[in-house]
């Protein structure tokens, strides 16, 4: 039972144990904090396929039991693959008076389950751990002291663990792992703004076959270390929106073709064309069958809108780039970027790079780049020689993990640690490009089954890209990536599912996001910080004396927000455009 009204904080039911208040929702830990300062993001069980993919869990039977200090919650949660439950957990979390809290796990298999993983996960957040020392524990006895890695780490940086110690802003803080051998990724790898400690260990083969009747049991403690002083709460204080004495351009900001409608209508060109968008991104790949019909209709819809082109080039034998200038001198181009990928490679060949100076003698105005299709996990573990590129390029997308709200809204910050990685690896002034950003991710490159690295429209395509979410999280993405000082950024696509017009010539809401901030091409970005970011932030643009404030609530709450001395009450979920002069 819950003894008292709930306090919600982005929709969370926040509980206390001791001196840390513990976010729960939907069968998940969902941040453990002390006073403002977040020690651990998620505390969750998982089962993936052989895929990578992460079953979606139903829950059964919850208890939450919520007293002043303490609280005890029980459920179970199974999941199902084509209306069969094939595998059930019984789940105990458990929040001490004295500010123990763990998570205790017994699984069984109902059926019989291929699996790359099956077990408890836990995130840490970024700030005030990176950097930060911690020690590796092991089953033997030994102790290992390292930190937690700045840049992101290509390499699982924490391995072999039975427990773990770390310190987290001032204070030091353990956790003890029962059931298995844990280690720790950097998940800013695939966007996500953490550093994940999971079982079982990458170097065990998968994926797995679990009988039907196998049980899993897993346990995970945690404990400050550190005799932690009491802090007043902090759940009605104002956000702060805090602006910057610097200042940086809006990245170039363009959009890619869409999959699904292969003819722009009037009404689709027109209200395209008067966004102002920078590029137009379409994909041209010698090897296919009818691939120069395709590159000529492609060319004739960005001809259409006014935009010039992005050419995501997808090389499979360098040979090929021979037929492509053949072609390319038979249209009408102008062309802004040319990215370089190699078909069926995770990053961009060297051999293909090394065909660079031929393609500048044919396209003497374009950028040209290479780099992944994928995310930044394939920029960052196949490293080339990019010293004679234009940009580096590396695609985003905030759930490769998980797909609720509140994570993607988090990962929003990794793509400022993504940009700054890049630099570190390919040099402090080469021009980052993001192409492309999108709701949901368009490849699966971990997939086991090579077939299934493909995904149907249907699989990339998100409801939410047609709500006010999408326009939000787009807002918190532009703020983020100008700050981080990207050159290019290419969003989603024209038309559809995945794009910011319907099929019909709907206007999504982001569309009318784009709108505004794209309303001046003299606009810059103030920077600014939040007191809250994942509460409600803002992205403040100036355009001659005149500056615009965009302000999002991330929230399903009302958020009371103060700039400079104007005070602001957001509804749930509401982006507030104001004129300053």
Request: charged share 25%; hydrophobic share 35%; aromatic share 10%.
């Amino acid at each position: 039972m819950i003894s008292h009204p709930p306090l919600t904080t982005n929709d969370l039911l926040v509980l206390r144990a001791a001196k840390f208040t513990v976010g729960y929702q939907n069968g998940s830990i969902r941040r453990i904090q002390y006073g403002e300062i977040e020690v651990i993001r998620n505390i969750y069980v998982a089962l993936r396929d052989q895929n990578w993919r992460t079953y979606e869990h139903i829950i059964d039977n919850e208890n939450i039991d919520d007293q002043q200090d303490h609280f005890n919650i029980t459920y179970t949660s199974y999941y199902e693959s084509r209306g069969e439950k094939i595998f059930r957990w019984n789940v105990e979390i458990n929040g001490s008076a004295d500010g123990v809290i763990s998570f205790e796990v017994h699984g069984e298999t109902l059926t019989d389950v291929l699996k790359n993983r099956a077990g408890i996960c836990v995130l840490h957040p970024i700030k005030y751990t990176a950097g930060y020392p911690c020690e590796m524990l092991h089953a033997d006895g030994s102790r290992i002291k390292k930190t937690f890695p700045i840049n992101i780490s290509a390499e699982n940086p924490f391995k072999n663990l039975s427990g773990f110690r770390w310190r987290c802003h001032y204070d030091w803080y353990e956790l003890q792992f029962e059931g298995d051998i844990f280690e720790t990724e950097d998940q800013r790898n695939w966007s996500d703004a953490s550093y994940k400690t999971f079982c079982t260990p990458l170097d065990k083969p998968f994926p797995v076959l679990l009988k039907a009747g196998e049980k899993v049991y897993q346990k995970v403690v945690f404990k400050a270390e550190s005799e932690l002083l009491e802090i007043p709460g902090v759940a009605n204080k104002q956000i702060e929106i805090v602006a910057l004495e610097k200042r940086s351009a809006l990245p170039a900001i363009g959009i890619a073709a869409s999959t699904e409608v292969q003819f722009l209508s009037p009404q689709m060109t027109a209200a395209l064309s008067s966004l102002q968008l920078s590029h137009y991104r379409i994909e041209v790949q010698p090897s296919e069958l009818e691939w120069k019909q395709k590159f000529a209709l492609a060319t004739e819809n960005a001809a259409a809108l006014k935009l010039t082109l992005e050419i995501a080039l997808h090389i499979s034998d360098p040979k090929e780039l021979d037929n492509f200038y053949i072609a390319a001198k038979e249209l009408d181009l102008t062309v802004k970027h040319i990215l370089l990928l190699s078909v069926d490679k995770p990053a961009t060949d060297q051999s293909l790079i090394k065909k660079v100076d031929s393609l500048r003698k044919v396209f003497p105005s374009a950028k040209i780049g290479a780099g992944t299709d994928h995310n930044y996990r394939e920029l960052n573990c196949n490293l080339f020689d990019g010293r004679t590129l234009d940009f580096i390029s590396y695609s985003i997308d905030p759930q490769e993990h998980a797909t609720d709200d509140l994570t993607i809204i988090e990962n929003i910050a990794t793509q400022q640690y993504s940009i700054e990685s890049a630099r570190h690896l390919y040099g402090g002034n080469k021009p980052i490009h993001i192409s492309s950003l999108t709701l949901k991710k368009r490849f699966n490159p971990a997939a086991t089954v090579s077939k299934d690295r493909i995904l149907s429209n249907e699989e990339k395509a998100d409801p939410r890209q047609q709500t006010i979410f999408a326009a939000a999280f787009t807002l918190g993405s532009i703020k983020t990536l100008s700050q981080a000082s990207a050159t290019s950024v290419t969003f989603y696509q024209t038309v559809g599912a995945q794009g910011i017009l319907s099929v019909t010539g709907e206007k999504y809401p982001v569309y009318n996001i784009l709108a505004e901030i794209l309303s001046d091409p003299t606009t810059e970005v103030v920077h600014t910080v939040s007191s809250r970011p994942l509460h409600c932030d803002a992205l403040l643009l100036q355009a001659n004396n005149v500056y615009k404030i965009l302000i999002v609530n991330y929230t399903g709450t009302s958020q009371q927000v103060v700039f400079r001395k104007d005070e602001y009450v957001l509804k749930p979920y509401e982006i507030r455009v104001e004129t300053i002069h």
